[in-house]
C-alpha cells in the first residue's frame, strides 16, 4: 500500500452558493480520499488525505471538474506535514475568516428545475421559487458571509422535513443550497391590495397580461412593468402612463424558439442569451418580423431580449390555468424616470400603482436591487452597455500588486460604483442617474451593504472633479479622505484595467459631457494617460454649446449654434436655419443673442452634442425624449445606408462574374470611399488643427462639408455615414500624429459615444491597419456605467503612491 499524504487546497473565486463543497465530497469519495472540507468566506478550505496519486488526481478533479456555476479563480496547495489521521470526508461547518472574498451574483433557473417545475409529479410543481445549488438568487437576497441560509432573507422561511432532508443529504442537488424551499415551507406570490394568493394570483395576472392589461411583477432584483409586446395598444397605453414615448422597451421571449422568429441570433449569442447570467441582449430584428409590436422599439432595428431567468417569469408564460399567452412580453423595469427599481411593496405602490392594472408580488425580501444586464456584441463578442444582474458584483483583477481598500463613487448618470481591495476591483450592480434623490439613497444604501459583504473599509473615496454633481456629494459626506479624477481620464482608466494594462496608452474618451480641468465642458478627448496621470493631447474642436441642459436634449440648438459659429453671419445662420427647418425665426433669434452675449453658453468639446447636432441638421431627429436618442437614429441611417450599399456592390459583383467585365459604380458609399483606410488617413493629414497645446480634429471643416452637402440636396444616410467615417478617420489621424511625437502605440477606445457599434467597428480597424494595438470594452460598459472601475484604480495607485510617501 503507498503511504498517504496530506494536502491543504484553497479554492479562491466564486466558490459559495454553487454546490462547491457537495462537489468536492463526491469527488473525494470517488477518489478514496480522506479529510474535510469547509466554507470559509474568502475561500473553500479542503484537506485532502490519501495516497498520493488519488490526491493529485483530487486536485485535478476539483480544478477541472468543479460545479457548473462556480468561477475559480486560484488553488493554493500546500503539503502538511505530521496531520492528523482522518477517517473518512467530512463536510464541515462554515467558518467566518477574512481574506479574498467573492460574491455569486443571481443566476437564472437551471435546466433540471425548470423541468422539475412542469413535473405535475414532482412535489415542486409550479414552485414560483424553485431552485438548487446550481441556481437561484445569491447577492440580492444576502445579508452577509460566509453565504448560509441564517445570513440570507431565506431566514424568514423555515425549512419543512423535505426540504431541510435535502438540504442536509450530500448526494441531492440541493445539499447547502441556501435558498432552497418547496410550495410547503417557501415564499409565497401574491398580488399587492387584493386577495389573490399563490395560483390565483399567478392566474390573475396572467388573465390580465392576456386581456391587454399591465401586471407589475417583483422578480430576484425588483419589480419589472409587464404587458404583451405584440399588443400595440397595450404597450402604447403603457409608454404613455411611463412618459416614454420613444426609447425602447426590452422583451422577455418565452424561449428561444421565439427568439429566433423575429431576431437574428448568433450562436455565440445563443450560448449568452440562454446561459445562467441571462442578460437583455440587443439583437438585429429580421426583416419579417410579425410578433413584436412597433411601440416595442419605435424606428430601431435592434430589440432588446431576455430569456426568463426566474421561475415566476416561466410561470407567467406557461400555467395550468387554460389561459393562452403571448410569445413576448414587454419586461422593463418597474420605477418611474429616474428613480431605482422598485425592490418592496411599499415603493411599488407609491411609485407603480398608476402605470399598472394589478401588482404582483412575494414575501422573499431583496436585500440588493439588481436591474437586468443588457448587453450588445461587437465582432460575435460581448459588448456589455448595463452590467448589473448575473455579472456583479464580479471582480476586476489587475496584475499590479496593490494594497489597499478604496470606494470609487460611479458617474452621476448611468451609476454604479466600485469597491477596491488590493488588485481586485468589484463594480456593483447598476445604480440609476444621480439627478434623482430616490437614487442617491439607494446608492447610500447598495455602498453601505456591500462596504458589509465583502468586509471593507475604504481608506480613501474618489469621485467626478464636478463641483455640482450628487455623486460628489455623496463622497464628501463619508467622512474619508477624497480623491477626485477627471472624468475623461476615468474613462480611459476603466478601460485600461479591464485590459488589464498599466502601460501608457492613447487613450480616445468621447461621450457628452465631462468637467474639464480647466473649466470648460469636454466630451470628445484624446488623452496619453497612464495609471499616474494624463496629458490633453487632442480634442474635438471647440464650439460654442449654448442652451444649458437643454441642449443635451435639442439637438437643433446645437444645430443652430455650429451653424451660426461656421457663417459669423446672423442673416447667412438665420437662412440656412430656416432652409433645414430646424426651429422657428424666434427661436433662432433666441440662440443667436444667447451665443452673443455668453448667456447660458458654454465652451465645449463633447462629441455627444456633434453627433446630436449633425442628427439634426439632417434632418434625422431634432430633440431626444432620451438621453441619445438622436445619436442612434443617425447610427442607424448610417448603418441602413451602407447595408444597402453594400448590398448594391454585392449584385454588381455577382454582374461583373455573369457578364465579364466591370459594371461602373457610380454611388459608392461616399465620393471618398474608395480609397483605402490609409489613404484617407493620409488625407485627412492636412484637415488636423495645431493648437499649441493640443491636436484640434477639424470636426468644424467636417460638419460644414455636411452641411454644404445636404443643402444640396444629398441622401441624408449617405452624409450620416460620411460623418461616422470622416470622424474615425480624424481620430486615427490623431492617434497617429500622437505616436509619432510619444511612441505610444496602444490605443483605448471609451466612453458612452463608443456604443456606437458603427464608430467603434471604423475606428479599431483603421487604428489596427495603422499598426495600433487597440483596447476595448467588453464585460465592462463604455458608458459612464463602468467609470467607477477607473476611478478605484486610480484611487489605488494614489494611495499606494501616498503610502510610499507617508502623506496620507
Avoid at 435546466?111 to 414532482?122: A, H, I, L, R, S
Avoid at 393562452?324 to 419586461?331: A, G, I, K, Q, S
Avoid at 433645414?580 to 452634442?609: H, P, W, Y
Avoid at 471609451?750 to 456606437?756: A, E, R, Y
Wanted: glycine letters at 8%.
Amino acid at each position: 500500500m503507498s503511504e498517504e499524504i496530506t494536502r491543504q487546497i484553497r479554492v479562491y473565486g466564486i466558490v459559495q452558493g454553487v454546490g462547491f463543497r457537495p462537489t468536492v465530497s463526491r469527488h473525494a469519495a470517488a477518489r478514496g480520499i480522506h479529510g474535510n472540507v469547509c466554507n470559509k468566506g474568502p475561500y473553500v478550505e479542503i484537506y485532502a488525505q490519501g495516497p498520493e496519486e488519488a490526491v493529485s488526481g483530487f486536485i485535478s478533479d476539483i480544478e477541472n471538474r468543479p460545479p457548473k456555476r462556480a468561477a475559480i479563480l486560484k488553488i493554493n496547495v500546500e503539503n502538511i506535514e505530521n496531520s492528523e489521521r482522518y477517517t473518512q470526508f467530512d463536510i464541515i461547518e462554515s467558518e467566518k475568516t477574512k481574506g479574498e472574498i467573492f460574491v455569486s451574483p443571481d443566476i437564472a433557473i437551471c435546466e433540471e428545475c425548470k423541468e422539475e417545475m412542469f413535473d405535475p409529479k414532482n412535489r415542486r410543481y409550479l414552485h414560483p421559487f424553485i431552485n438548487c445549488t446550481c441556481c437561484g438568487p445569491r447577492l440580492t437576497i444576502l445579508d452577509s458571509l460566509p453565504y448560509d441560509r441564517e445570513r440570507t432573507s431565506m431566514k424568514e422561511f423555515p425549512m419543512c422535513p423535505d426540504c431541510a432532508k435535502e438540504y442536509n443529504a450530500p448526494a441531492t442537488r440541493r445539499y447547502d443550497a441556501q435558498p432552497v424551499c418547496c410550495n410547503e415551507c417557501g415564499p409565497e406570490v401574491y398580488l399587492i391590495g387584493r386577495e389573490e394568493r399563490g395560483r390565483e394570483a399567478i392566474t390573475y395576472a396572467r388573465k390580465t397580461i392576456a386581456g391587454g392589461g399591465i401586471v407589475a411583477i417583483k422578480g430576484i432584483g425588483g419589480f419589472h412593468l409587464c404587458c404583451d409586446a405584440s399588443n400595440e395598444t397595450a404597450v402604447r397605453k403603457l409608454r404613455q402612463l411611463k412618459r416614454r414615448p420613444m426609447k425602447p422597451f426590452a422583451v422577455m421571449a418565452k424561449n428561444l424558439e421565439a427568439v429566433r422568429k423575429e431576431c437574428e441570433v448568433s450562436a455565440e449569442q445563443t450560448r449568452i442569451l440562454d446561459g445562467h447570467q441571462k442578460p437583455i441582449l440587443l439583437l438585429d430584428k429580421k426583416k419579417k418580423a410579425k410578433i413584436l409590436c412597433p411601440s416595442v422599439a419605435p424606428g430601431n432595428p435592434k430589440v432588446g431580449v431576455m430569456l426568463p431567468y426566474a421561475p415566476v417569469q416561466l410561470l407567467i408564460f406557461t400555467y395550468d390555468d387554460g389561459i393562452e399567452m403571448p410569445e413576448f412580453l414587454v419586461m422593463t423595469s418597474g420605477n418611474t424616470s429616474g428613480a431605482p427599481i422598485c425592490r418592496d411593496d411599499q415603493e411599488a405602490e407609491a411609485e407603480l400603482s398608476g402605470f399598472c392594472d394589478c401588482m404582483l408580488s412575494h414575501d422573499r425580501k431583496i436585500r440588493i436591487r439588481a436591474d437586468d444586464s443588457v448587453m450588445d456584441f461587437y465582432e460575435d463578442r460581448p459588448y456589455m452597455i448595463r452590467r448589473s444582474r448575473g455579472y456583479a458584483p464580479l471582480p476586476f483583477m489587475v496584475s499590479t500588486p496593490y494594497r489597499g481598500q478604496v470606494l470609487a463613487i460611479g458617474g452621476e448618470l448611468k451609476n454604479s460604483f466600485c469597491i477596491g481591495v488590493d488588485n481586485r476591483f468589484y463594480p456593483s450592480p447598476y445604480v440609476g442617474d444621480l439627478e434623482d434623490l430616490r437614487t442617491v439613497k439607494a446608492l447610500r444604501e447598495t455602498v453601505g451593504r456591500m462596504e458589509t459583504l465583502l468586509e471593507v473599509e475604504p481608506e480613501i473615496v474618489c469621485c467626478d472633479m464636478h463641483p455640482k454633481y450628487n455623486s460628489v456629494m455623496v463622497a464628501e459626506e463619508l467622512g474619508l479622505p477624497v480623491v477626485k479624477v477627471q472624468h475623461h481620464y476615468a474613462h480611459i482608466l476603466s478601460c485600461m484595467a479591464e485590459n488589464d494594462c498599466a502601460e501608457q496608452v492613447i487613450g480616445v474618451s468621447f461621450d457628452g459631457t465631462g468637467y474639464g480641468t480647466d473649466g470648460t465642458i469636454w466630451g470628445g478627448e484624446i488623452l496619453l494617460s497612464d495609471l499616474d496621470g494624463f496629458m490633453r493631447v487632442g480634442s474635438v474642436m471647440p464650439f460654442l454649446q449654448v442652451g444649458g441642459d437643454a441642449s443635451s436634449k435639442e439637438g437643433w440648438r446645437i444645430a443652430v449654434s455650429l451653424i451660426y459659429g461656421m457663417t459669423g453671419d446672423r442673416k447667412k445662420a438665420a437662412e440656412i436655419t430656416e432652409k433645414l427647418e430646424l426651429c422657428t425665426k424666434q427661436e433662432a433669434n433666441v440662440q443667436f443673442t444667447m451665443a452673443d452675449r455668453k448667456i447660458n453658453a458654454v465652451i465645449s468639446t463633447s462629441a455627444g452634442r456633434l453627433f446630436d447636432g449633425v442628427s439634426a441638421m439632417l434632418g434625422i431627429r431634432r430633440k431626444s425624449t432620451f438621453e441619445g436618442e438622436a445619436s442612434m437614429a443617425l447610427e442607424f441611417a448610417a448603418e441602413e445606408y451602407r447595408e444597402t450599399m453594400l448590398e448594391k456592390s454585392k449584385q454588381q459583383i455577382q454582374e461583373t462574374e455573369k457578364y465579364g467585365y466591370d459594371k461602373e459604380d457610380t454611388d459608392t458609399l461616399s465620393r471618398n470611399e474608395n480609397l483605402s483606410e490609409t489613404e484617407e488617413i493620409k488625407r485627412m493629414d492636412d484637415k488636423l488643427i495645431s493648437a499649441g497645446d493640443r491636436l484640434l480634429l477639424n470636426t468644424e471643416s467636417l460638419i460644414k462639408e455636411i452641411l454644404n452637402r445636404q443643402l444640396n440636396g444629398e441622401d441624408p444616410g449617405k452624409l450620416a455615414y460620411f460623418f461616422h467615417r470622416e470622424l474615425a478617420c480624424q481620430i486615427t489621424a490623431a492617434c497617429v500624429k500622437i505616436r509619432e511625437l510619444s511612441g505610444c502605440n496602444k490605443a483605448a477606445l471609451s466612453g458612452g459615444v463608443f456604443q456606437n457599434r458603427l464608430l467603434l467597428e471604423l475606428t479599431d480597424h483603421m487604428l489596427l491597419e495603422q499598426g495600433f494595438e487597440v483596447l476595448k470594452h467588453q464585460l465592462l460598459p463604455p458608458n459612464d456605467g463602468g467609470i467607477a472601475l477607473g476611478q478605484a484604480v486610480y484611487a489605488m495607485a494614489y494611495l499606494e503612491k501616498s503610502i510610499e510617501t507617508k502623506t496620507i
